[in-house]
Nanobody
Framework: QVQLVESGGGLVQAGGSLRLSCVAS????????MGWFRQAPGKEREFVAG????????YYAESVKGRFTISRDNAENTVYLQMNSLKPEDTAVYYC?????????????????WGQGTQVTVSS
């Protein structure tokens, strides 16, 4: 397993941007599919975006497609989530996750390690 630490959350107005970062410990970071999830108050934790470790392919939830971009820097053991055109409904705690399975991982159980989360609040 790897240990994950997120940063970059904060308060932003609707239409604004934020970039989240997630730094992983461990020498095998490049072998993990990385994902971002979010959890709003009173709601289930939901998948937001993922990037595979094999080809660096990216995939997104429909609700963020075209606004969010996930990327990774294996040399820096870091995965990013660039969030543009933010909406109030994007308000949530955002979690970074790492999984060893192959493929496009979207379910929580497919991920092995989780960060502690970072709060994103979008005001209207």
């Amino acid at each position: 397993q790897v240990q994950l630490v997120e940063s970059g959350g904060g308060l932003v107005q609707a239409g604004g941007s934020l970039r989240l970062s997630c730094v992983a410990s461990g020498r095998t970071f490049s072998s993990y599919t990385m994902g971002w999830f979010r959890q709003a108050p009173g709601k289930e934790r939901e998948f937001v975006a993922g990037i595979t470790w094999t080809a660096g392919a990216t995939y997104y939830a429909e609700s963020v497609k075209g606004r969010f971009t996930i990327s990774r820097d294996n040399a820096e053991n870091t995965v990013y989530l660039q969030m543009n055109s933010l909406k109030p409904e994007d308000t949530a705690v955002y979690y970074c996750a790492a999984g060893r399975r192959l493929g496009f991982l979207r379910a929580r159980y497919e991920y092995d390690s989780w960060g502690q989360g970072t709060q994103v609040t979008v005001s209207s």
